[in-house]
């Protein structure tokens, strides 16, 4: 028998635990065509969230009563399918279970000489793509501009703004603690770092560490913290939407700040961005991270759970702070 995570609940603001279950199943097999996987890491992330609203998106909802699906390292443990072998690391969309089988749509190979195997969900995998290509497609930065990233001792958010320091920006991280403003400012090498929690005037603090301005904003975060940055861009400033978890367990939709004066004084530009648009240029930017790990100018790193079971927990504590970089559960 082995395990398996289902959606139980629909969350009504910030998900708990009786939102899911841990279920035990028979150990699949393989059919014709099929390989085998064992799960070894698996990705939360905060996206996560909206799939469990019964809304539409850009991704279907999760199905009640049905597993809870996100990016898993595993292993190929009995192949049916010629492009596998048994003993392969391979990545892709995949079910909260031990063990399942899948037709091998989706899966791409691991090279576990390039990094170890959980950075193939973070720096290697969707984490670092969006990082990148959210930059390169939207934020376009150049040299002596001023980058600012919220978030920036997540996942996402301390790729982009190491990503930011190579390319010669000033950077500015806002995070949750003082314990992640040194860490982003310190290990990520980031210019500035804000704790947010100890300014009560946002606008005014960011104004404070960025004296020219803020040029490209990168935003992991919305709400209030989107609004004091608006405060601050410059002209022809870049704002980057790519997650906005302070939202995500609103009941409501929250009025804010209308954004359209500052976004015509400053002939700013705000885009959304979303990683799946850009497929195609996964291999060139997966390429590039690459060779910033090789020669130490990429850093990285996670918060790693251990234990199967552990996977609510660990996609909970993403809405409580509780990781430092990518947040993934070891099975």
Same mark, same amino acid.
């Given at each position: ?90 990545? /892709?969309? @995949? +079910?909260?279970? %031990?063990?399942? $089988?899948? =037709? #091998? ?7 576990? *000489? ?24 939207? /934020?376009? @930065? +150049?040299?002596? %501009?001023?980058? $600012?990233? =919220? #978030? ?7 790729? *982009? ?171």
């Amino acid at each position: 028998m082995s395990k398996t995570i289902i959606f139980k609940n629909r969350p009504a603001g910030k998900p708990s635990r009786s939102d899911f279950e841990l279920v035990h199943e028979e150990d699949p097999g393989p059919g014709e065509g099929e390989v085998l996987l064992k799960s070894h890491y698996i990705s939360v992330d905060p996206y996560l969230r909206g799939r469990m609203r019964n809304e539409e998106s850009y991704i279907p909802p999760f199905k009640l009563n049905e597993p809870i699906e996100s990016m898993v390292v595993a292993e190929v443990v009995e192949s049916n399918n010629p492009n596998f072998q048994s003993g392969e690391f391979v990545s /892709g969309m @995949l +079910k909260w279970k %031990e063990l399942q $089988v899948s =037709s #091998g749509t989706g899966l791409n190979r691991v090279d576990r *000489a390039l990094a170890p195997l959980p950075a193939f969900l973070g720096v290697l995998g969707l984490t670092g793509l969006t990082a990148y290509l959210a930059l390169d497609k939207i /934020g376009k @930065l +150049k040299p002596g %501009e001023t980058l $600012v990233v =919220s #978030g920036a001792a997540g996942a996402v958010g301390s790729i *982009a703004a190491q990503i930011g320091k190579i390319q010669g920006c000033m950077v500015a991280g806002i995070a949750g603690s003082d314990e992640k403003v040194q860490k982003i400012e310190e290990d990520f090498g980031l210019d500035r770092g804000l704790n947010y929690n100890k300014e009560e005037d946002m606008a005014n603090a960011l104004r404070r560490i960025c004296t020219d301005g803020v040029d490209v904003y990168f935003d992991n975060v919305g709400g209030e913290m989107l609004d004091a940055v608006l405060q601050n861009i410059n002209k022809d400033a870049r704002i980057i939407n790519c997650g906005a978890i302070s939202l995500y367990n609103e009941t409501e939709l929250p009025t804010g700040p209308r954004p359209e004066g500052i976004l015509i004084k400053k002939t700013a530009l705000m885009q959304g961005f979303l990683i799946r648009d850009h497929a195609k240029d996964f291999g060139r930017a997966l390429r590039q991270l690459g060779a910033w790990l090789q020669d130490g100018s990429l850093i990285y790193e996670e918060t790693m759970v251990e234990g199967f079971e552990k996977l609510p927990e660990a996609f909970i504590g993403l809405f409580e702070g509780r990781n430092v970089g990518k947040m993934v559960v070891k099975v």
